[in-house]
């Protein structure tokens, strides 16, 4: 059981490459998010999917696209980096629904440098 | 809008001391659920404990309880007898109808543990 899994751990970009960050969920979870982390600003979300076949912006979502493939796998797409997108990514997991009680289960975590 | 304010970037306490983390949140919602993550140097995020706006006590998870004062809008996380292991980021995180149930964090809080 791997819980949520991230790939690369992670990467070093120049701007204007593009990549995708890979996160896949083992535990039949239907809510899926994507987080940023920088320093002095906590994580901010980026874009989330609350079931399979849904996807909505968060509150950074400018330069990234997602795609939620199936119900384990959610991708999130930098088409063109920036160094501004120097961050540290968390993809995040939930059963889903109506609930303020469920916590959410984090990926390890993808660190991710824009030259 | 939600928001959640934690005002102190750094803290120190004496190993074996209880230290109080400070967290405040806004919201118009009269229901809603309040976390508490743990962030070790190794980056991964650690739930501790959570609280939801109608619970009566306040919640206590081993050596993490969780001061709740609804009228004040506070949701301050406890940690009795400080260990070195303790010493790590901690972040207080929202979720409530208003934000569509997304999660909401703070700025985090950096806890150093002296021995």
């Known amino acids: 059981n791997a819980g949520v899994t991230q790939t690369p751990k992670f990467q070093v970009l120049k701007t204007g490459q593009s990549m995708t960050l890979q996160c896949a969920q083992d535990?039949?979870?239907?809510?899926m998010y994507w987080y940023r982390q920088d320093p002095g600003m906590g994580l901010r979300l980026i874009y989330y999917?609350?079931?399979?076949?849904?996807?909505d912006k968060g509150e950074v979502p400018n330069g990234y696209n997602v795609s939620r493939l199936n119900k384990r796998e959610f991708s999130l797409r930098l088409e063109s980096a920036a160094p501004s997108q120097t961050s540290v990514y968390f993809c995040?997991?939930?059963?889903?629904?109506?609930?303020?009680?469920?916590?959410?289960?984090f990926g390890p975590g993808t660190r991710l440098l824009v030259l | 809008a939600q928001k959640i304010t934690q005002t102190q970037p750094g803290m120190f306490v004496q190993e074996k001391e209880a230290v109080t983390l400070d967290c405040t949140y806004d919201?118009?919602?009269?229901?809603?659920?309040l976390f508490w993550y743990k962030q070790p140097s190794s980056g991964e995020m650690i739930f501790l404990i959570y609280?939801?706006?109608?619970?009566?006590q306040n919640a206590t998870e081993g050596r993490y309880s969780l001061n709740f004062q609804k009228a004040r809008k506070s949701a301050n996380l406890v940690i009795s007898a400080s260990q070195l292991g303790d010493s790590a980021m901690y972040f207080c995180?929202?979720?409530?109808?208003?934000?569509?149930?997304?999660?909401?964090f703070g700025a985090g809080t950096r806890l150093f543990v002296k021995a």
């Open positions: 995040a997991t939930r059963l889903g629904g109506l609930s303020f009680a469920e916590t959410q289960y």
């Open positions: 535990m039949n979870h239907n809510s």
């Open positions: 999917s609350a079931s399979e076949g849904t996807t």
């Open positions: 919201t118009s919602d009269q229901s809603y659920g």
């Open positions: 609280q939801g706006s109608y619970d009566e």
């Open positions: 995180a929202m979720r409530g109808y208003t934000g569509g149930f997304k999660t909401i």
